[in-house]
Structure formats: structure tokens, C-alpha cells
């Protein structure tokens, strides 16, 4: 069974950092593509950045660029996600998610694409 744990989430001042995890396991994650979501209220569910395979092509959107870093350690199947530069805009649920094969080019932001997601770690920046 797979299964998709996040964790570090919390509250923080705007201008602060936080790092989430995703522990990732039922599935041989070196194969595949990893992304993160996050879903603010009222909201839809959007794309915050995706990592490949060899962890060696990123992708992010354009509201992250230059702030957040995605990695991954194929070792221990965990992805992480560096948010610096917190801002109260940044406040939502983070999901971790993998996709069934390796995704390129634009399908790394599409959602319908993954076919797992964890329960979602909080994030909420303060002003």
C-alpha cells in the first residue's frame, strides 16, 4: 500500500522558513515523479514545485521561484520542500504527491496526473 507523510508544517512570521517532509513508502519512489500542492481556503488545489526521478530536473511555480527548493533523498524515499522567504500568501494545507510514471515538461503541474497524496501538513505565515 502506498502511503504519503508529511510533516513540518506550522506557524511562522512572514519572512521566516520552514521545511517540509514527505516520507514515502509502498512504492519504488526512484522511479517516479514527486510533486507538492498546496490548497488555501476557498481556494482550488494548485502546483507548488515537482522533482524527477534522479532528483535532477525541478520544476516550480511561478508565485515559489527563487523562495522554495525541492529535493529528494532516494536513499530514504523522502522529499523535501526549503520555504524561505515565508509570506502570509503562502498560508495553506501542503500536500505531498507522486505520479505513476516519470513526468515531463508541462504535466508536472497537473494535478489528475498523480495518483497518491498525502493528508496535507499545515502552513500558515502570520503578517
Known amino acids: 500500500q502506498v502511503q504519503l507523510v508529511e510533516s513540518g508544517g506550522g506557524l511562522v512570521q512572514a519572512g521566516g522558513s520552514l521545511r517540509l517532509s514527505c516520507a514515502a513508502s509502498g512504492r519504488t519512489f526512484s522511479s517516479y515523479t514527486m510533486g507538492w500542492f498546496r490548497q488555501a481556503p476557498g481556494k482550488e488545489r494548485e502546483f507548488v514545485s515537482a522533482?524527477?526521478?534522479?532528483?535532477?530536473?525541478?520544476r516550480y511555480a511561478d508565485s515559489v521561484k527563487g523562495r522554495f527548493t525541492i529535493s529528494r533523498d532516494i536513499a530514504n524515499n523522502t522529499v523535501y520542500l526549503q520555504m524561505n522567504s515565508l509570506k502570509p500568501e503562502d498560508t495553506a494545507v501542503y500536500y505531498c504527491?507522486?505520479?505513476?510514471?516519470?513526468?515531463?515538461?508541462?504535466?508536472?503541474?497537473?494535478?489528475?496526473?498523480?495518483?497518491?497524496w498525502g493528508q496535507g501538513t499545515q502552513v500558515t505565515v502570520s503578517s
Open positions: 504527491a507522486t505520479a505513476p510514471a516519470e513526468l515531463s515538461g508541462p504535466f508536472y503541474s497537473r494535478a489528475a496526473l498523480y495518483d497518491y
Open positions: 522533482v524527477s526521478r534522479t532528483g535532477t530536473v525541478t
